[in-house]
């Protein structure tokens, strides 16, 4: 008889799959983490992590689909929430840099996959999607001004925040708040508000 999945906790299990995948990527890099690596990590054996993901390539395009949607999301949430154009901006900035491990984190791991990527198409169409998620979101910010240049904008505002993490990542001893109110400065002059 086959096994009934309970489709809850299905999902559950591969989001804590996904999340200690995502750890292991950080500390091992894209290049040197293994399934084996990965299954330490989450406690599991290899095969759980096939029967859920299929390979390895499965498991990291889901990991980086997981943790760009949900940073996406976050963020969505909170412009949402903010009333006026200046609380958007802030609220925009505290999401992409949330805190400074998260922040390191998720710069080292992005970047570690978008370097695999160049080599892979199925993980360059997951980066490919993340852009364009990324590219909705930076066009709610955009358009603050109007309409017109909205897209031109959307991109600048993307570059500013991508190259600032950089910097962050490449810094010894980030200054959150330092970082926040410099990519909140470059917001503004990108939306003709400085």
């Known amino acids: 008889?086959?096994?009934?999945?309970?489709?809850?906790?299905?999902?559950a299990r591969r989001a804590a799959l996904e999340k200690a995948a995502y750890l292991a990527l950080y500390e091992r890099g894209f290049a040197g983490v293994t399934l084996a690596d990965?299954?330490?990590?989450a406690g599991v054996s290899r095969g759980t992590l096939v029967y859920h993901f299929g390979?390895?390539?499965?498991?990291?395009?889901?990991?980086?689909?997981?943790?760009?949607?949900?940073?996406?999301?976050?963020?969505?949430?909170?412009?949402?929430?903010?009333?006026t154009p200046d609380a958007k901006l802030r609220a925009y900035v505290d999401n992409q840099f949330f805190s400074?491990?998260?922040?390191?984190?998720?710069?080292?791991?992005?970047?570690?996959?978008?370097?695999?990527?160049?080599r892979d198409p199925g993980l360059m169409a997951v980066q490919r999607d993340f852009l364009a998620g990324t590219l909705r979101l930076d066009l709610e910010l955009a358009r603050l001004p109007g309409e017109t240049g909205a897209e031109r904008r959307a991109v600048q505002l993307r570059a500013l925040v991508e190259?600032?993490?950089?910097?962050?990542?490449?810094?010894?001893?980030?200054?959150?708040?330092?970082?926040?109110?410099d990519c909140l400065a470059g917001l503004r002059a990108i939306l003709g508000q400085a």
Do not use: C, K, W
């Not at 400074?100 to 160049?118: G, H, I, K, N, Q």
């Not at 190259?163 to 109110?181: H, I, K, N, Q, T």
């Open 38 to 41: 990965i299954a330490g990590h």
């Open 55 to 83: 390979s390895r390539a499965g498991l990291l395009g889901a990991v980086m689909r997981r943790f760009t949607r949900t940073i996406a999301v976050a963020t969505r949430r909170a412009l949402r929430q903010a009333h």
């Open 100 to 118: 400074v491990e998260s922040t390191r984190r998720f710069t080292t791991v992005s970047l570690d996959f978008l370097a695999a990527a160049t």
């Open 163 to 181: 190259g600032l993490s950089v910097r962050f990542l490449a810094d010894p001893d980030p200054d959150l708040a330092a970082y926040r109110e």
């Open 1 to 11: 008889m086959a096994r009934t999945v309970n489709p809850i906790q299905d999902r």
